[in-house]
C-alpha cells in the first residue's frame, strides 16, 4: 500500500490474509495523521524497530494496536470506532484461515521497487548529511569572523582616532611635510580599511543568516528522507575557520612604513577569502536544494519528456515571482533577497542562464541587494550582469540600457558620484535615440544625470539642468507625477515592475 504522495511503504510480509488486511489498515491510520515513525515511537511504548514490524505483517499484541490508535486518531468517536474495526482486525490475524494465500505475481517486483527506491533515498540522505556538516561549518566560520571582524573594526577606530590626533598636532607644529604625508596616507588606508572590514562584516553577518537558514531546510529534508526509508524498511528483515591559517595569494608584502596597516590588510584578505569560500557553498547547497525540489515536482507531475515546460514548473517561477513582489513591496528586502535568489536558480535549471528571464531575475536579485543597504553589492552584481546582458540581447536592447543605468546609479550611491554622472552622460543620447527624448526612462536618465553632477559639485550646472527638464516632464508624465528626491532606478523587462 502507498503512503502519502512521495512517501510510500516496503511491501507488506504478513503470513496470513488476515494479518495482511491488519497491517494494511494500521498503516492507513498512520498515513492519515501525519506522523513519521520516529514520531510514533515517542508516543508508543515500543521500539521504532518494532513499530516496523508490526506495520510489516507481524501479527501485534492488543497493547500494540490500541496505542497506536490512541497516537493517530485525536477524535474521540472516531477513535472508538478505528479501536473497534482494529479490534476486529487484531483478532482475525491472531486466528487466521487455515489456507495460506497464494505469494503474489508481483511481490518480487514490488521488493524490488521497494529495495531500489531505498537505495536512491539513501543516496540523497547521505548528501543531506554531508550538507549538513559544510553548513554548520559554514555558519562556525561566519561566527567566528564576526568576533574577529568587530575588534577589527573597533582596533581600527583607534586607529584612525590615533592618526587623526597625530596629524593635527604634525599640521599645528609645522612639522616636516614629508611626515605629516606619511600620516595622513596611513589614515586615509586605516579610513579605507575600517570601510572594507564593515563590508566583510556585512557579508559574513548575511552568510550566518543563510547557512541557518539552509541548516532548517537541510534537517527538514534529512527528516522526511529517514522517515521515507523507515517506511520502506517497514516490512523488511573545529574550534578554529577551516583554512585560516592557510596562506592567502598576493598577500606577502616587503617591509613597508605603516606596518600596522600592512597587517590588517593582510588579515583583511584572509576573511575576503574565507567570506569568498563559505559563498560558493552556499550558493552551491542552495542550488541543489532547488533542484531536489524541482525534480520531486517533475516525478511527482510525471512529465519526464519535458520538464522545462510543465505547467507546475511555469506556476513554480510565477509564484515565487509574486512572493517575492510581495516580499519586497512589505519592506522585508532579504526576503525579498531570497525569494528572488531561489527564483534564479529555479530559472537557471529549467530556462538556462542566459534566457532573458533568469537575466531579469539577476538584476532584481541585485536591486532588492542594493536596497537592503549593500549598494556596492549590488553595483558588483551590475557591473558583472552588463557584458552577459549586451552579449545576449544587444548593447541598445532596452534591457541593456536599464542595466546601465541602474549600475551608474548604484555606483553613486555607493560614494563613486563622479562616475555615476558620467555613465549617464555616456547613457543619456543612447537612450534619446533609442528610446525617444520624452520616453519615461530617457527622462529618468537626465534627471539622475543632473542629480549626480549635483553631488559632485556642479551644482549650478545641474540647477539648470533640472529647470530645463521640469517642464518635459509636466508634459510627459503630468503636472502631479512625483518628482524624484534622490537618483532612482529603472526596471528591466521581466524584472515585475514597471516604473517606480
Known amino acids: 500500500m502507498a503512503g502519502r504522495a512521495g512517501r510510500p511503504w516496503g511491501p507488506i510480509r504478513a503470513e496470513s490474509a488476515e494479518a495482511n488486511a491488519l497491517a494494511d489498515f494500521l498503516r492507513a491510520q498512520v498515513d492519515a495523521s501525519g506522523k513519521t515513525l520516529n514520531g ?99 555558519a562556525g566560520n561566519s561566527a567566528k569572523l564576526v568576533m574577529i571582524l568587530l575588534s577589527m573594526i573597533n582596533g581600527l577606530e583607534r586607529r584612525i582616532t590615533d592618526l587623526t590626533s597625530e596629524r593635527d598636532q604634525l599640521h599645528a607644529a609645522h612639522a616636516d611635510a614629508g611626515a605629516l604625508v606619511q600620516t595622513q596616507q596611513q589614515l586615509t588606508r586605516a579610513q579605507e580599511q575600517e570601510q572594507r572590514a564593515q563590508q566583510e562584516l556585512q557579508r559574513a553577518q548575511e552568510k550566518q543568516r543563510q547557512a541557518e537558514e539552509l541548516a532548517a531546510r537541510v534537517q527538514a529534508q534529512v527528516e522526511q528522507l529517514t522517515d521515507e526509508l523507515d517506511r520502506l524498511r517497514t516490512g523488511a528483515t573545529s574550534a578554529t575557520i577551516t583554512g585560516y591559517d592557510d596562506p592567502v595569494p598576493g598577500t606577502a608584502h616587503l617591509a613597508t612604513t605603516d606596518p600596522v596597516g600592512d597587517d590588517i590588510d593582510e588579515a583583511l584578505a584572509r576573511v575576503v577569502a574565507v567570506n569568498d569560500r563559505d559563498d560558493q557553498t552556499l550558493r552551491r547547497i542552495t542550488h541543489d536544494l532547488v533542484e531536489d525540489v524541482l525534480t520531486e515536482e517533475v516525478v511527482r507531475n510525471n512529465t519526464p519528456d519535458n520538464p522545462a515546460s510543465s505547467p507546475s514548473a511555469a506556476d513554480n517561477l510565477t509564484a515565487l515571482r509574486a512572493a517575492a ?24 535549471h529549467l530556462q538556462g542562464p542566459e534566457h532573458p528571464d533568469t537575466l531579469a531575475t539577476r538584476h532584481m536579485v541585485a536591486f532588492w541587494r542594493g536596497e537592503a543597504g549593500d549598494a556596492a553589492g549590488a553595483a558588483k552584481a551590475l557591473a558583472e550582469l552588463l557584458p552577459v546582458v549586451t552579449r545576449v540581447q544587444g548593447a541598445e536592447h532596452p534591457d541593456t540600457l536599464t542595466t546601465r543605468h541602474n549600475l551608474a546609479s548604484w555606483r553613486g550611491r555607493a560614494g563613486e558620484v563622479a562616475g555615476a554622472a558620467a555613465a549617464l552622460a555616456e547613457l543619456l543620447p543612447v537612450r534619446e535615440q533609442v528610446l525617444g527624448a520624452e520616453h519615461p526612462d530617457t527622462l529618468t536618465t537626465r534627471h539622475d544625470l543632473a542629480t549626480w553632477r549635483g553631488q559632485a559639485g556642479e551644482v549650478a550646472g545641474a540647477a539648470i539642468a533640472l529647470a530645463e527638464l521640469l517642464p518635459v516632464r509636466e508634459q510627459v508624465l503630468g503636472a502631479e507625477h512625483p518628482i524624484p528626491s534622490s537618483p532612482g532606478t529603472t526596471w528591466p523587462s521581466g524584472g515585475g515592475r514597471q516604473g517606480k
Request: aromatic share 4%; charged share 30%.
Open 40 to 138: 510514533l515511537a515517542g508516543e508508543i511504548p515500543v521500539s521504532k524497530t518494532r513499530i516496523s514490524d508490526y506495520l510489516g505483517g507481524k501479527v501485534p499484541d492488543q497493547k500494540f494496536v490500541s496505542a497506536l490508535i490512541r497516537a493517530t486518531v485525536p477524535e474521540p468517536r472516531l477513535r472508538e470506532r478505528r479501536m473497534a474495526e482494529a479490534g476486529k482486525l487484531l483478532r482475525a490475524a491472531a486466528h487466521p484461515s487455515p489456507v495460506k494465500p497464494q505469494p503474489s505475481a508481483t511481490s518480487a517486483l514490488e521488493l524490488a521497487e521497494a529495495r531500489a527506491q531505498q537505495v536512491e533515498i539513501y543516496d540523497r540522505l547521505t548528501r543531506s548529511l554531508e550538507q549538513q556538516n559544510e553548513l554548520r561549518e559554514a
Open 325 to 348: 513582489e510581495a516580499a519586497a513591496e512589505g519592506g522585508d528586502f532579504r526576503e525579498a533577497i531570497r525569494l528572488y535568489t531561489a527564483r534564479l536558480n529555479a530559472s537557471v
